[in-house]
């Protein structure tokens, strides 16, 4: 495996495999990884021949007051648990590679965006769908692996991959938990002691909204109310949002009558945590 910090490079890499006859499966992260990136990385690996994972904290999709400065970054790492899964190349471009001047054009997904993560974090997706845009350019993968711990952004992707005829195809990953249920993430190792404790209270409040869902219920504002009682029943916990979406558009609904999204976005302390089920018909 390969560490590389260019486009050039990138380019080279990718176009020696293609010309080999391998199909190329792309991974992008922003580092700091954990077992679940590590499943997109062994599903890209299962599902093409030539796996590059991209590791960029990128910045357009960090508002002002976000976590920017303080994200997590261990190249060296990360490095060593792509190669344990498969990885072939490592793309880790520094913030110049990626934006040598202000970008004057950026990628905007107008449905999917106005609703959970995209009304608390405002220009998040513009930023993702951009930078997600220039590394299809850079890497032009046959498939590309996201996870569905970030429903929304999946969706958003899926949309800009629709929309713009995008020649790569986009799959998706289940979301790997620790043993008690919270789902895996970067931010996860900002948690103090009893707020790791308290956050798992994010997985219990959907399991049960869940269960109602499979006992029958299908008021969509009792479960949104009983979804926000579960989570504030625990202290330190202060919710952005807890929401029953329509699965496709993102959409809240009163009642369940398609597949619906259960999503959740929570603080403890500075940190905001995410979590989301499916619930199918
Ligand atoms: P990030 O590095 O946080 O931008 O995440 C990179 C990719 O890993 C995204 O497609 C995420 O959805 C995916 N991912 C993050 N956490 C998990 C998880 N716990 N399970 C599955 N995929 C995940």
Do not use: W
């Amino acid at each position: 495996m390969e560490i590389v910090h260019t486009i050039a490079e990138v380019r080279q890499h990718v176009a020696q495999a293609r010309q080999a006859g391998k199909t190329i499966g792309f991974v992008p992260t922003m580092g700091a990884l954990h077992v679940g990136h590590g499943a997109l990385v062994e599903a890209a690996s299962k599902g093409s021949d030539y796996v590059v994972v991209s590791i960029f904290v990128n910045p357009l999709q960090f508002g002002p007051s976000e976590d920017l400065e303080r994200y997590p970054r261990n190249l060296e790492a990360d490095a060593q648990f792509c190669a344990e899964r498969g990885a072939h190349l490592i793309f880790a471009p520094s913030n110049k590679e990626m934006y040598p001047r202000e970008m004057a054009t950026s990628v905007t997904v107008d449905a999917l965006t106005n609703t959970l993560c995209g009304v608390s974090r405002p220009g998040h997706f513009r930023g993702v769908a951009t930078v997600v845009t220039k590394l299809f350019n850079i890497v032009q993968p046959d498939f590309a692996y996201f996870g569905q711990k970030d429903a929304q952004q999946l969706a958003v992707i899926r949309r800009m991959v629709a929309d713009l005829n995008i020649p790569v195809q986009v799959e998706s990953v289940p979301t790997v938990r620790e043993a008690d249920g919270l789902a895996l993430s970067s931010r996860n190792a900002y948690l103090s002691p009893a707020e790791r404790r308290a956050a798992v209270v994010l997985y219990q409040a959907l399991q049960a909204a869940m269960a109602r869902l499979a006992a029958g219920e299908r008021n969509a504002d009792a479960l949104r109310d009983f979804l926000r009682e579960a989570i504030s029943r625990e202290p330190l916990a202060r919710i952005d949002y807890a929401e029953v979406v329509d699965a496709e558009s993102l959409q809240p609904v009163s009642s369940v009558e398609r597949d619906v999204l259960l999503a959740v976005a929570v603080f403890f302390g500075k940190t905001r945590l995410i979590d989301n089920m499916l619930f199918t018909m």
